[in-house]
């Protein structure tokens, strides 16, 4: 290849951050252009915070200017329409973008087909709606909350249950703190009899233990049929609710259907270990718009998408040198589940699971992580 390799990465989250910093600690001539609709990484994991008053916007919202003039990237601000020519031109509301190479890491995207969903907020679609709880549980003199999340039954891995809790867990406090939890009722409600199977058996047991504990209400084990505006229905029954709170499960962006990129049955980029778009050339995939081989506990989370961002920076750059690409990720969930002062870490890989009671020591771990994180883009 005559010059400098033309790389395009799609995003601004987690899995399209780290891409970056991987492809420019290999590489200090590539020219890296990022595809996003603005410059600036929202600090999703910090929402859980924002409805008790510990977080705020403009704390989880990181401009990027700063990051992208250091690491010497181009940013063209638009919307992903398209692919052409293999991926080596990507059609966007602002223009074409020719490259040499491409990573996929644009995220997921929530299904929103259950009848009065719009009756529910979905949290983790971002800063607005951890605003629209925290407004609604400020008007609310009592009633019943209802929290929980569904699956893509197409799509086992594409399921982001972790924050459901640390919602239910942080107003249950939220409202102690206030002195007011006596005038509400507090549900957890989940199609699966285990819920957040994903994180492993030890933490079903002790996410239900912690709900029984704090007096949550339980409806598990029943398939959704839809909200009303002050109900949930299941197909076991249904439960008057005040306020919903639900997280569905995940697909592919709506662009992905102008391509002819390979999908998985839930609607994903189908990835290979190495991080490829199965059947396309120099097209990786990283984080939640990717189905990847492995356990069906891979989890949707930052820590996973870091892992596979290394991996397919790596193998991108090996492709563009002619090189066959080798380089794979680990598969390991690692979280706190956070209740505003105190949380519980849970980790799990292919050989054991581990779980460490609700302390203190974890929620200022996980605002450590927070900060030293987001130094890298500040």
């Not at 200090?28 to 705020?56: M, V």
């Not at 008007?139 to 594409?158: D, K, L, R």
């Not at 020591?361 to 605002?367: E, G, S, V």
């Amino acid at each position: 290849m005559s010059g400098p390799a033309r790389i395009t990465v799609i995003g601004a989250g987690f899995g399209a951050l780290s891409t970056v910093r991987e492809i420019r600690r290999r590489d200090r001539a590539a020219e890296i252009t990022l595809i996003a609709p603005s410059a600036e990484l929202h600090y999703l994991p910090g929402i859980i915070w924002i409805p008790c008053g510990l977080r705020t916007r403009d704390q989880l919202i990181v401009p990027l200017d700063n990051f992208l003039r250091r690491m010497n990237v181009r940013h063209v601000m638009g919307e992903v329409t398209g692919l052409r020519e293999g991926g080596r031109v990507v059609d966007t509301t602002a223009g074409e973008v020719a490259n040499d190479a491409l990573v996929i890491a644009s995220g997921g995207r929530f299904i929103k087909k259950l009848p009065g969903i719009e009756h529910a907020i979905t949290p983790c679609e971002g800063i607005a709606a951890a605003e629209a709880i925290r407004d609604r549980l400020r008007a609310m003199t009592g009633g019943t909350i209802a929290v929980g999340f569904a699956g893509n039954p197409n799509e086992p891995s594409a399921v982001r249950g972790g924050p459901m809790f640390e919602f239910l867990f942080g107003v249950d406090e939220q409202l102690k703190r206030e002195g007011r939890r006596e005038h509400f009722n507090l549900v957890f409600f989940n199609p699966s009899t285990e819920p957040g199977n994903r994180l492993g058996p030890k933490a079903v047991t002790h996410l239900l233990a912690e709900m029984e504990r704090r007096g949550i209400l339980t409806h598990l084990g029943h398939k959704m049929v839809r909200f009303e505006a002050d109900r949930v229905v299941t197909e076991g029954g249904e439960f008057p609710a005040d306020l919903i709170l639900f997280m569905p499960g995940m697909t592919g962006n709506a662009w992905f259907d102008q391509t002819e990129l390979a999908r998985s049955p839930g609607g994903l980029l189908q990835a290979d270990a190495q991080c490829r778009v199965k059947g396309s050339q120099q097209v990786y995939v990283v984080g939640d718009s990717g189905s990847f081989p492995g356990p069906d506990w891979m989890p949707k989370q930052a820590h996973m998408a870091d892992l596979q961002a290394a991996a397919a920076a790596e193998n991108l750059l090996a492709g563009l040198r002619g090189q066959p690409p080798s380089a794979t990720f680990k598969v390991e969930l690692l979280c706190i589940i956070d209740a505003i002062d105190h949380g519980t870490l849970v980790f799990r890989n292919a050989q054991r699971q581990i779980i460490l009671p609700s302390s203190r020591l974890f929620h200022w771990a996980k605002r450590f992580f927070e900060g030293s994180y987001l130094r890298k883009y500040r």
